[in-house]
Nanobody, 118 residues
Framework: QVQLVQSGGGSVQAGDSLRLSCAAS????????VAWFRRPLHKEREQVGF????????GYKDAVKGRFTISTNDAKNTVYLQMNNLKPEDTAVYYC???????????WGQGTQVTVSS
């Protein structure tokens, strides 16, 4: 089974940008959807955005629309989350996840911390 290996993240100032990567290890993104989630401290996990794998269409949580972009590389073995104009409320652990059959996300990356200070 494919594993998802995340990279990127870190601590930045409000207004800065970061790019998170999610690479498929040991396989390919055989997916209906690939998504990014985040879990702020002491809060529930929430979906940030998704990409419908075959079509390439994307969708985003209202709070990040216009600031975050999900994309893939040409080989389609890495998914990116480009985050611009970061805000303190974007502080969270970010996860990528795969929904292989349209029945739910059951393959998860290891998570990466993003901290945005004002």
């Amino acid at each position: 089974q494919v594993q998802l290996v995340q990279s990127g993240g870190g601590s930045v100032q409000a207004g800065d940008s970061l790019r998170l990567s999610c690479a498929a290890s040991g396989g390919t993104f055989s997916a209906v959807y690939v998504a990014w989630f985040r879990r702020p401290l002491h809060k529930e996990r929430e979906q940030v955005g998704f990409i419908r794998w075959n079509e390439g269409t994307t969708g985003y949580k209202d709070a990040v629309k216009g600031r975050f972009t999900i994309s893939t590389n040409d080989a389609k073995n890495t998914v990116y989350l480009q985050m611009n104009n970061l805000k303190p409320e974007d502080t969270a652990v970010y996860y990528c996840a795969v929904d292989p059959r349209g029945m739910g996300y059951n393959i998860w990356g290891q998570g990466t911390q993003v901290t945005v200070s004002s």
